[in-house]
């Protein structure tokens, strides 16, 4: 499913001084986020590859552990000698575990391999992805700072803005820009929750406050 959105920001983990943990959000153009989608897709290959070869290495150790159990349980009992062989035709015919041993020692060193190519080009595509966009915010809500900080510099209130993460081709948030503005995301006991913004130094009033449609939007109707 493609996600439409009029702009796209990247946000990335920054530690900001007494700030602690905030968010480095920056704006990426159309030419910009056209050039990112070649090292997003590398890097999304390489995870998937981890990802099988991880699921194989899963498969080899329980085919050792189920061969054990199966010719354990044939024996009758758990014996010191119940993995040597037996002059028993069932237990001579159940496959023993060393049988799978080969294959999960090369699983294993298949994980190992793709951890490295996908380190590797991580470490490369992610280089070239950060060089990418202007930053505009450094924020705990990068999102919504970034949509007040846009439309600071003119951006139209009913303009979508969208957000993902740096080496991510996934949309993780998206809104209108009026909307986006008028909200801050507050996380805390009772969860994560939507409250007005207040700007630094002026008093909270309340909690969750509902989001209002531009001025534009209520003109036209």
Do not use: Y
């Amino acid at each position: 499913m493609t996600v439409k959105f009029d702009r796209l920001i990247e946000v990335e983990r920054r530690t900001s001084g007494g700030l602690g943990l905030t968010w480095s959000a920056r704006v990426l153009s159309e030419e910009e986020i056209a050039a990112s989608s070649a090292p997003v897709a590398r890097i999304a290959a390489a995870a998937a590859a981890v990802s099988d070869a991880r699921a194989r290495l899963a498969a080899a150790r329980a085919a050792v552990q189920e061969a054990g159990v199966r010719r354990m349980a044939r024996r009758g009992a758990m014996r010191p000698d119940a993995w040597r062989s037996s002059d028993d035709p069932l237990v001579d015919a159940t496959p023993r575990p060393e049988t799978f041993h080969e294959a999960q020692a090369a699983a294993a060193v298949a994980l190992e391999e793709a951890g490295a190519v996908f380190d590797a080009v991580r470490l490369v595509e992610m280089a070239f992805l950060r060089s990418l966009g202007r930053e505009v915010v450094r924020s705990r809500n990068p999102l919504c700072a970034a949509a007040r900080k846009l439309i600071a510099e003119g951006a139209d209130l009913c303009e979508v803005l969208a957000m993902r993460h740096v080496g991510s081709g996934v949309v993780a948030m998206t809104g209108p820009m009026g909307a986006l503005a008028e909200i801050s995301i507050h996380e805390g006991d009772r969860g994560i929750r939507r409250v007005k913004f207040v700007p630094f130094g002026e008093r909270a009033v309340g909690a969750s406050a509902p989001i209002t449609r531009p001025a534009s939007d209520v003109a036209e109707d």
